[in-house]
């Protein structure tokens, strides 16, 4: 009995003992730490790192935070915070770093982790941020966040270094400008600018432009920034500084202006006034804010700065035309205008200003825009800005405007005339014919009532019905076959696909050239022909010039706009269509198409946007029925839904004949 006794003594003492760890183990359960890792808003758990687009070698941080989740524990202890692949192993030194290797986390009290990246090339980098610790959750212990960023290239490039605001009354401000640039190459990105500051004289010269208040201020790509600096003297003295910018540009992280004038007593003399005249049916008339002027777009205004004065009678020297800006430093211009001073209409040509006393404006695109005109007398005392408002319209029956949303890409706009009797070859839908096809390579083809061309007569025996027919037969490119009447490239061979305008060269006797195109032609003897050169004193001349279209121009530096115009269209169905010609590498680009009937000022369709996504893709986008002339009938505009897009290539040679 007393055995048993005793067993059951070490049984009850042994429970006791198991009861005691038992609660000892759930003691050291409760106080042992957890993780979680938030962002710097310290609400959200992180579970991704993206730094999106820094940089080359500029460094970006982002702070997250380390918490301890289990209240009244041990501290969380973080023994490693490392960066690897997805293998485990360690990520090249330098890409991405963190201001902590290991740290001790209390519980409710977050320890923040700034975590940079700094890329060495313009490239995507995918790693993991890898955070070890002795958390209670076993699959915690070892956390792995995927963290990345890519590598870009701002590239900055500034029109002056020097700004020269000569000689300035004490107590007056005058400003300059300088513009900044940001590349839009392969693997371009924003341009970030975190600082501006004067090495002296900061109560002197400021940024009147952009607001600086907020920084940094951002450069998108293929974009450019103006600035505006003012200098305002308080003494008579000459006034010296530099403005540093301070940017992301890895070859610019400080762009330096060097600033200069000078604080002179105010004289007598006062400044110039400018002022705006502008040629409005031959005659000069003054433009400004109450008596703006009108503009058919496309097309060319030219306007005059010589009737600004001087009210000291100074020479005025000096002349600085520009378009104005909003008070966002926008340009007073139409959204996708590619407006120009003293550029020839038709041509890819980008003068922004304008430093003679007459300049020609051209503009573009319907809608309002602002000339701005400073000019400077011989003393260089500048005067306030004069301003000019014109209005942009339409004076064509038929306008169609192509504009597209990216650089370098070339898209064509075509307005195909489906009046043909026939096709060659047949199974053409007129897309590159001639003379069907109005687009770059055929811009202002003869529709409607043919050109009247002027007649002469040779010697009979300069050319026989025989040589024309040879004529005719000429091979490609030959230099003896005329075009076509109207010098499109279109058509290098001689085949009659205008009908009776179709016309060869043939020789006089003195042996001068000439075209012909009726060998059967006899007048007393001597062969009477057509020239290539219109009869303007035929009394169908204006008629049969008016109802062909025009291609104004061929972008090929991307975003348009062009425009097809027609004043006076014969009546017939037309189609628009454009054409992805380049997408130079770029791949997809939206277009949008817009048609203004009868010269109004707002176009009455805008179809698009439309993605054409690669080189040689067409869009067909509407069929115009344009009614009878003086029928009073309605202009129908019929989209071609459902739009889609096909692959066609150039059809070399294709004809077809329209009469």
């Not at 690897?84 to 409710?108: C, E, H, M, N, T």
């Not at 701002?154 to 029109?159: H, T």
């Not at 007048?523 to 009869?535: I, M, S, W």
């Amino acid at each position: 009995m007393k055995c048993y006794h005793f067993l059951s003594f070490l049984i009850f003492v042994s429970f006791i003992g198991l009861d005691c760890n038992s609660n000892k183990e759930k003691s050291i359960q409760s106080t042992s730490p957890d993780i979680i890792v938030l962002d710097e808003s310290k609400k959200n758990e992180v579970r991704e790192i993206n730094f999106n687009k820094v940089a080359k070698l500029y460094k970006k941080d982002i702070t997250i935070y380390i918490e301890n989740t289990v209240a009244k524990s041990q501290d969380l202890e973080v023994s490693e915070i490392s960066f690897v692949d997805d293998k485990g192993s360690p990520a090249p030194s330098g890409i991405f770093s963190s201001d902590r290797k290991s740290l001790k986390v209390a519980s409710g009290k977050p320890e923040p982790v700034v975590v940079s990246f700094t890329p060495p090339d313009i490239i995507v980098y995918k790693y993991f941020l890898r955070i070890k610790s002795n958390a209670i959750t076993a699959s915690k212990r070892e956390l792995k966040i995927p963290i990345s960023g890519e590598g870009m290239l701002p590239k900055l490039s500034v029109d002056k270094t020097e700004l020269d605001f000569g000689n300035v009354w004490v107590g007056y401000t005058q400003t300059r400008d300088f513009v900044i640039s940001n590349w839009s190459g392969t693997g371009a990105g924003p341009l970030s600018i975190y600082e501006f500051k004067f090495s002296n004289d900061p109560q002197n010269f400021a940024i009147t432009q952009p607001d600086i208040r907020e920084l940094p201020i951002v450069v998108k790509a293929g974009e450019s920034l103006t600035i505006t600096v003012s200098f305002t003297p308080y003494q008579i003295r000459d006034y010296a500084a530099i403005l540093s910018l301070a940017t992301d540009d890895p070859d610019n992280r400080l762009l330096k202006i060097n600033l200069k004038g000078k604080g002179i007593e105010q004289p007598k003399n006062e400044p110039p006034v400018a002022k705006i005249y502008a040629k409005v049916k031959g005659e000069w008339v003054e433009c400004n804010e109450s008596q703006p002027v009108e503009l058919a777009v496309p097309g060319e205004l030219e306007l005059s700065g010589k009737f600004s004065t001087d009210p000291n009678n100074d020479p005025i020297v000096g002349f600085q035309w520009n378009i104005a800006k909003d008070e966002n430093n926008k340009d007073i211009a139409p959204e996708g205008s590619d407006y120009c001073f003293d550029c020839a209409m038709g041509n890819n040509t980008h003068f922004k200003d304008s430093r003679n006393d007459i300049t020609k404006f051209f503009g573009d695109i319907v809608g309002d825009y602002k000339i701005r005109l400073i000019v400077k007398d011989a003393t260089t005392l500048e005067s306030s800005p004069a301003f000019c408002p014109i209005k942009g319209y339409v004076d064509y029956a038929l306008q169609i405007e192509l504009r597209w949303n990216t650089p370098l890409t070339d898209l064509d706009l075509h307005l195909i005339n489906l009046s043909a009797i026939s096709y060659n070859p047949p199974s053409s839908n007129g897309m590159f014919t001639c003379p069907c096809d109005c687009y770059t390579d055929n811009r202002n083809p003869d529709w409607g009532i043919p050109i009247p061309y002027k007649n002469i007569c040779g010697s009979s025996d300069a050319v026989s019905a025989g040589d024309v027919e040879g004529l005719s037969e000429q091979d490609i490119g030959d230099e003896n076959c005329c075009q076509n009447p109207l010098g499109n490239a279109c058509d290098p061979e001689c085949i009659p696909n205008y009908g009776a305008d179709a016309v060869c060269i043939a020789y006089n006797d003195a042996g001068e050239s000439y075209m012909t195109t009726d060998p059967a032609c006899y007048k007393g003897g001597r062969r009477c022909v057509l020239t290539c050169e219109a009869d303007t004193s035929d009394p169908n001349y204006k008629a049969a010039i008016e109802d062909n279209p025009t291609l104004d121009i061929d972008d090929v530096e991307g975003f348009g706009p062009e425009h097809i115009n027609i004043v006076n269209p014969s009546q017939g169905f037309y189609q628009i269509t454009v054409y992805y010609k380049d997408d130079a590498g770029i791949g997809s680009s939206d277009a949008w198409v817009k048609v203004y009937i009868n010269g109004i000022n707002k176009h009455e369709w805008t179809f698009g946007p439309f993605t054409l996504k690669t080189s040689k893709q067409a869009w067909d986008v509407a069929v115009i029925q344009w009614p009878k002339k003086g029928s009073g009938d309605p202009v129908v505009v019929q989209p071609l839904y459902p739009w889609t897009l096909r692959t066609i290539e150039k059809c070399v040679g294709c004809t077809c004949q329209l009469r």
